[in-house]
């Protein structure tokens, strides 16, 4: 497996570092942005971008998905996914929903602390795996 300084592999990881990383910001300025922090640690960003690269660590094709359940499923042979599919499932639902006006109930402060706790925990196990 390619490790952590591959550049490639770095690319991914650097990214998914900045999408958590305006996530905080996001909640953290005035006026609160919950649902953009929402969508930064969602599957098509933080968490989904860290799973592409462990993808590219172990060599294997990136697929242009932001499904991250099914990434998941991609890496099963070098992760235990058991513990990440049923919060990732959670995650999902902020793929789209914060992107577009809605009439419905707006993200709140407690959405996007769950999102980036998420985030954050998949994020953790999956650099885990990846060889420094």
């Known amino acids: 497996m390619r490790p952590r300084s ?12 900045r999408d958590l990383l305006m996530a905080r910001r996001a909640t953290d300025g005035e006026p ?3 649902d953009q922090a929402c969508f930064h640690s969602q599957h098509q960003q933080a968490a989904e971008k860290v799973l592409k690269a462990l993808l590219t660590a172990a060599d294997l094709p990136v697929p242009r998905t932001h499904d991250l359940v099914v990434l998941l499923h991609l890496v099963e042979d070098l992760l235990d996914i058991s513990g990440l599919l049923e919060p990732a499932s959670r995650l999902t639902k902020f793929s789209t929903s914060p992107r577009y006006p809605s009439f419905l109930a707006s993200e709140t402060a407690q959405d996007a602390e769950m999102a ?3 985030a954050r925990d998949i994020i953790a196990q999956v650099v885990g795996e990846i060889p420094t």
Do not use: M
């Open 6 to 17: 591959q550049p490639e592999v770095a690319a991914w990881l650097d990214k998914a570092e």
């Open 32 to 34: 609160e942005l919950y």
């Open 116 to 118: 980036i706790g998420i």
